[in-house]
């Protein structure tokens, strides 16, 4: 089962796009700053991708943790693990995201245990499915979301006011805080590193493809965002949101019920990319090679929690922006694979 | 085991929608047309026009010669409170996202803790208008306005052309807000007024009850959240001309010839902005396309051209005296243009931007194009 | 030699004509349908068998019985003089083949073939003159269009292998014959161009079938679920057609057509999701018009499987997206009506596939009167009497109209539709957009022999997105050959 690099470029673009259309403004930080450090920690993930990029050129059918086993068993199962781990982590984060979401736009529309074992159960039954389906659905919610796009931005570009957008200067501050703010969002960085033995050709297309479209799609909706809302975008929590509830589209009058189909779709693909990304490296474990353990597992552990602090109400959101986890971004998609490359090279020649 | 799994979910899915579980029916909500907010003794009266069928059996359409609205009001300590006190007079939950029209009293103290609610709530269409009256709100939003199959929807109208033709700015909620947050704490709102009036001289005779309708002609400043100083029409149109928010708006000039008629469009403007001794100079440029009512008065276009040019620059600096030099209110996106012009300038400016308003001086260059 | 029904198909003949007879007796047994004669041919004792109501009986006279009666030599003829003659001299039948075991002879003779054995020779001949009663040709009753053929295929395998080959009159259009199902041996035709298909899809099909079990093979539907790939799907990755035009358009774009003995239906794969909304009328139009029914076949099929759903879902949880207007009129509408939208909406659609399925089930006669019955009592009924609204009523109508549009896929309708109305109305939006990526999953995870169900949509096959906007202009398609393997997404 092989994707093409089209199909590889659009699953992380919607992964990443998953967070950056309910773009909210909780920090204290001006959307011409984010417009500005978004730019600079995208330059920064174009260099953090390259040892995923000579991985896949040099070891096409392997991944970080299939490479890894070939350097020793002991390092393959520790970075099974880490991975896994990361999995978890990510469900829980991305599950408990979206049941913030949630409740705070649609606060009253459905129980958020619902919304949360809906949302689970669709993930697991496309993880199911594989990447060929997760990357096929993809193509068709890519073009659903840009068709959502068109109509917010036909319907409400007679309202922007260009004098609500800006630049303001960035310092050392903003540079450091937008980098840490934009790796820890791009979960991204560490996914490639395991999806690569599903790629059949053209990683680098794939990977600064999908880096410049990010760069573009972010950009794009946070200028939106200043264009038409201006100061309102201080007073709502996910201003892109806002927008689509004024914008209009033949026979439907708010698209905020729309976006939130949209936002849904793209939801349940980047939840399944999560276990679908351990899945190649899954056969050369024994306790992993159920699939319903690869599968289910993590959704299990990643979800459970997420609902639990969900019913509590309390907020997690300081995970999304956190230095811990761009770390780990960093150690699990770049630091890792660039040692891994080391050492097998390194066993290579001595061999 | 996967077939007889998947018809279980099939069946129990159908057998529960069946049930009438989950999802209200449509009539269960009320759907709020207009809202008026005015002082109580101890919070606020909120006032909520909400549709209310006219005729019912699910065959017939609603009536349009009836008014198909109720009014139901309720004070509260807060809005949210009002609000709740509302839902349980009328059974119904009640439903924002519909409403066209926002009415404030004068009297009322914190405008914005009025629209905070709105903010805050789901539902709440972002561009409903925004106005204020000197009257009740009360009797505003009850209105007996019988065309359109509810009042609101007229109101709005009203409200859009109003808007046209410059005699209204643009008072939608988020732009309201968003002018407010930008100058911390300034905006401007029509000032709605309502009038009786009979449909015809037949009617008066015969004493048929007088319809409502709406008037705007002046506006009113928000200042730090409360309801300041009252606009006249001209000022509210120099607003109007200064923001380019006019459209195919009529205007009336005295030429030697006599009174002639041109119609406006498309306001275009540009402006620079720099530093002058401490204080900001505003050079702004606008560009206005006029067409004109009768053929004959192409013969004199330059003087109509000189005439209207010379009326909305008077326009524009009566509005600038009273917001700028009188009161010190930001309601023309000053802020907004120097932020986006010189963001230096901005910083240093926006701690105190009272002063900066207060002294600031502006260069007006009207010219109008046939 | 002991032969019973069990054991007859491998079965050799014996030598002699009463063992034969003998044999054949006990294996048929009792029934009545197969006549055995004893007839001499110049001399000869042969045994003539043929099954009831199978053969033609003037060719019977006129091709069989009198060239047997003018062969007379001047002596006793031999067993093989008379098999030399059967098989090589005379001009009985163009279908003539030798047969040496009971298995060959039963498969002939209920094929309606006459049989010949001779005595002394082990082996015996087949004549094809089969004259068994079988429907005309009439128009084909699914896949209707207005400037198309108006023949489709009927129940007999060879009358629709002339109804293509007629159309394709090419060395390149093979056909494979072969017999399916264990006991009813049913001949299955399996057809391509030899220079547009892949050899691999057509060894994998043959393969396939070769490996079905079953004991009878009676339609279509028992052969579908074996061709079809592992992954079970709402969706079929296999069409069907009863129009030979239809089955030869898609001969040419390297597909393989499946023609099955007593079904006027004929399978078609590999297949993908865009052709079912394709036509042969889309052939005969302007392309405009083509492109414009196109996508209103596109929008029937969603206002067919979403509409209601998404009424549904959206009056009762997300009142604000309707317009205002609109929105007045359906509080107006439902202020009197006893159940939930959701309700409604369930129970209006039950009615109406009660309606289809006894519109389709009644004789012809009677099946309009349960349209006008349907229609206009209980739906005019149930409106004036508030017990449903009008604006879901007209929204049923709608959606029931639109289905008819895509014959093809009238079951996924059907279904999905009532799941729609049932996630929508319990879920809302949310409901919906989690049942539409299941359902696009589900749909994306098909193949069809390597060739995914979506393309050219996804994967995304940039030169044939002409398919799904209308149809290719005829003056590009004389240049480019258009064959299904250009979606596997394998360049070559």
Request: with cysteine; hydrophobic share 45%; charged share 20%.
């Amino acid at each position: 089962m092989k994707i093409s690099s089209w199909q590889l470029l659009i699953l992380l673009f919607l992964s990443r796009i998953f967070i950056a259309i309910t773009y909210f403004t909780l920090e204290d930080i001006s959307p011409s700053v984010m417009m500005s450090t978004s730019a600079i920690s995208v330059a920064t993930d174009m260099v953090l991708v390259i040892p995923a990029i000579f991985l896949y050129k040099n070891y096409p059918d392997e991944n970080v943790i299939i490479s890894a086993f070939k350097v020793s068993k002991i390092f393959g199962i520790i970075l099974t693990v880490l991975y896994f781990i990361f999995a978890v982590f990510m469900i829980f984060r991305t599950v408990r995201f979206f049941l913030y979401f949630f409740e705070n736009a649609f606060s009253n529309l459905l129980p958020t245990l619902v919304v949360g074992v809906m949302l689970i159960a669709a993930a697991a039954y496309v993880a199911h499915l594989g990447i060929e389906a997760a990357a096929r659905s993809s193509s068709i919610v890519f073009a659903v979301f840009i068709l959502l796009l068109i109509a917010v931005v036909a319907t409400t570009a007679e309202d922007f006011d260009i004098t609500n957008y800006y630049v303001e200067h960035i310092d050392t501050n903003d540079v450091f805080g937008g980098i840490v703010s934009g790796l820890s969002r791009s979960s991204e960085i560490v996914v490639l590193v395991l999806v690569l033995p599903y790629l059949k050709t053209g990683i680098t297309k794939s990977v600064y493809g999908f880096l410049l479209l990010k760069l573009l799609f972010v950009e794009m909706i946070i200028l939106l965002c200043m264009l038409f809302l201006g100061g309102y975008m201080e007073a709502v929590q996910f201003p892109f949101f806002t927008v689509c509830s004024f914008a209009k589209a033949p026979f439907v009058d708010r698209l905020d019920a729309i976006f939130l189909v949209v936002w849904t779709l793209i939801g349940v693909i980047k939840l399944s990319l999560f276990t679908i990304s351990l899945r190649p490296a899954s056969v050369l474990l024994k306790p992993l090679q159920n699939s319903a353990v690869t599968n289910l597992v993590p959704f299990v552990l990643g979800g459970a929690p997420a609902l639990y602090f969900a019913y509590k109400e309390q907020m997690i959101i300081p995970l999304l922006d956190n230095e811990l986890t761009a770390a780990a971004i960093v150690l699990l998609g770049t630091v890792i694979p660039l040692v891994v490359l080391i050492l097998r090279r390194f066993k290579r020649e001595k061999n | 085991m996967k077939r007889i799994s998947l018809l279980c979910v099939l069946i129990l899915l159908v057998s529960i929608a069946l049930t009438g579980c989950g999802g209200r029916k449509p009539d269960s909500v009320g759907i709020v047309q207009a809202i008026g907010i005015d002082k109580a003794n101890d919070g606020f009266n909120l006032s909520l026009q909400v549709f209310r069928v006219s005729s019912s059996g699910s065959q017939t359409p609603i009536d349009s010669s009836k008014t198909n609205v109720e009014v139901i009001s309720a004070e509260g300590k807060t809005i949210a409170n009002a609000v709740q006190l509302c839902e349980n007079q009328l059974g119904k939950k009640i439903f924002f996202g519909h409403n066209q029209l926002l009415v404030i009293n004068k009297e009322v103290e914190d405008i914005y803790s009025c629209l905070d609610y709105f903010i805050n709530n789901d539902d709440a269409y972002i561009g409903m208008i925004v106005a204020a009256t000197e009257k009740k709100a009360k009797d505003i939003i009850s209105a007996d306005i019988s065309s359109g199959a509810v009042a609101a929807e007229t109101m709005k109208k009203i409200f859009d052309i109003s808007k046209k033709d410059g005699y209204c700015t643009d008072s939608r909620f988020y732009k309201v807000i968003s002018n407010y947050i930008n100058t911390k704490g300034t905006a401007v709102l029509p000032l709605i007024e309502k009038r009786s009036q009979a449909i015809s001289d037949k009617s008066k005779e015969s004493g048929e009850p007088a319809q409502d309708t709406l008037e705007i002609k002046k506006a009113i400043l928000v200042k730090d959240s409360k309801f300041s100083e009252t606009l006249e029409t001209d000022e509210v149109f120099g607003i109007n001309y200064f923001l380019s928010q006019v459209d195919d708006a009529d205007m009336t000039v005295n030429t030697s010839y006599g009174t002639e008629s041109a119609k406006l469009h498309s306001v275009k403007q540009n402006a620079e902005i720099t530093e002058q001794n401490n204080s900001v100079a505003i050079d702004k440029e606008i560009t206005v396309r006029i067409t004109l009512e009768k053929e004959e008065s192409k013969d004199h276009i330059d003087e109509i051209k000189a005439e209207v040019e010379k009326k909305i620059k008077e326009y524009i600096e009566s509005a600038c005296k009273k917001l700028f030099y009188e009161n010190s209110a930001d309601v023309m996106n000053i802020t907004s243009l120097i932020r986006q012009k010189d963001y230096k300038l901005y910083k240093k400016l926006k701690d105190d931007p009272d002063e900066f308003i207060k002294n600031i001086k502006t260069d007006i260059k009207v010219s109008a194009v046939y | 030699m002991n032969i019973d029904d069990k054991n007859y198909a491998h079965t050799l003949l014996p030598e002699s004509a009463k063992d034969f007879k003998t044999m054949l007796k006990a294996a048929a047994g009792n029934t009545m349908d197969v006549n055995i004669s004893d007839i001499e041919v110049s001399g000869h004792k042969c045994v003539f068998v043929a099954a009831e109501g199978m053969i033609s009986t003037q060719a019977l006279s006129e091709l069989v019985f009198h060239p047997l009666m003018e062969f007379n030599l001047d002596h006793k003829a031999s067993a093989e003089e008379v098999y030399t003659f059967l098989t090589q001299q005379s001009l009985m039948t163009i279908d003539r083949q030798e047969l040496s075991t009971f298995g060959e002879v039963f498969m002939r003779l209920f094929s309606g073939f006459a049989i010949i054995f001779i005595d002394g020779k082990n082996k015996a001949v087949s004549l094809g003159i089969q004259g068994y009663d079988k429907r005309s040709i009439e128009n084909p009753s699914s896949d209707t269009n207005i400037m198309g053929g108006q023949d489709g295929f009927i129940e007999a395998l060879r009358t629709n292998v002339s109804l293509v080959r007629r159309r394709i009159k090419s060395p390149l259009l093979k056909f494979e014959l072969m017999q399916v199902g264990k006991v009813t041996k049913t001949d299955i035709a399996i057809s391509y161009l030899s220079d547009k298909v892949d050899k691999k899809i057509v060894d994998e099909i043959r393969k396939r079938l070769m490996d079905i079990e079953l004991d009878t093979i009676f339609s279509t539907g028992y052969i579908k679920p074996f061709l079809e790939d592992k992954h079970k799907s709402i969706f079929s990755s296999i069409s069907t057609t009863d129009r030979p035009d239809s089955m030869c358009i898609k001969l040419n774009e390297g597909k393989v057509g499946i023609l099955i003995d007593g079904t006027p239906f004929a399978l078609i794969l590999p297949s993908v999701f865009i052709e079912e909304f394709r036509t042969v009328d889309d052939y005969t139009t302007r392309s405009f018009y083509t492109v414009y029914i196109r996508w209103i076949k596109y929008l029937s099929f969603i206002l067919a499987v979403a509409l209601p759903g998404l009424y549904v879902s959206i009056a009762s949880f997300h009142p604000g997206m309707l317009s205002h207007r609109l929105l007045l009129n359906l509080v107006a509408s439902q202020e009197s009506t006893p159940y939930s939208l959701t309700t409604e909406a369930v129970i209006i659609t039950i009615m109406y596939e009660i309606m289809r399925e006894a519109g389709i089930r009644l004789p012809k006669a009677v099946g309009g009167a349960v349209s006008i019955v349907g229609a206009l009592i209980i739906g005019d009924a149930a409106v004036t009497s508030s017990l449903i609204s009008a604006p879901l009523l007209i929204i049923i109508g709608l959606t029931a109209t639109a289905s008819f549009v895509i014959p093809g896929l009238n079951q996924q309708t059907s279904v999905l539709r009532l799941v729609y109305i049932a996630v929508g109305g319990l879920f809302g939006l949310y409901g919906i957009s989690i049942l539409t990526i299941a359902v696009i999953a589900n749909t994306c995870v098909l193949s069809s022999m390597t060739v995914p169900y979506t393309a050219p949509v996804s994967p995304l096959t940039v030169n044939r997105l002409t398919n799904i906007l209308g149809r290719p202009s005829f003056l590009r398609l004389q240049k480019t050959k258009r064959r299904v393997e250009d979606l596997t997404g394998v360049k070559k």
